[in-house]
């Protein structure tokens, strides 16, 4: 599974145990192709850098790739993910994700409706 941006915001910022556990069981189920973007990494980093600080970008990061394999983007995912993007009318970012998940043949971990032509997972 690939694991988007809103999995990751959501799983570092709740203080529900309940919440936490189930999205955590989420990585144990995707066995050991657990994916996340580089593209991820990057939002991640970002908000959490003006919300949190530098501390807490870089450890938030640092637990996303020690986790989780990081894809990065080639040539053939930009191209479809513009695709996705002028089709759908959403945000590169959200567009260059999915174009990953499909490369990738597998389903996208997200809340997020942009992620129409996926496969979504969400507790």
């Given amino acids: ?7 990751f ?8 145990a309940a919440q936490l556990s189930r999205l955590r069981s989420l990585v ?7 994916f996340a973007s580089i593209i991820t990494v990057y939002e991640v980093y970002k908000i ?5 600080g530098s501390d807490v970008a870089r450890i938030r990061a640092d637990a996303i790739e020690n986790e989780f ?7 053939e995912t ?3 993910g513009a695709v996705l993007a002028n089709k759908l ?14 490369r990738l ?18 507790i």
């Fill in 69 to 75: 394999e990081i894809i990065g983007i080639d040539s």
């Fill in 1 to 7: 599974m690939l694991f988007e941006t809103r999995y």
């Fill in 9 to 16: 915001l959501v799983r570092f910022a709740t203080k529900d």
């Fill in 78 to 80: 930009a191209r479809e």
């Fill in 28 to 34: 144990y189920k995707s066995g050991e192709h657990r």
């Fill in 48 to 52: 959490s850098l003006e919300e949190q």
């Fill in 105 to 122: 043949g597998v389903p996208c971990v997200t809340n997020d409706p942009h992620f129409s032509e996926v496969k979504r997972v969400w």
């Fill in 89 to 102: 009318r959403i945000p590169m970012a959200d567009s260059l994700i999915m174009a990953t998940a499909r």
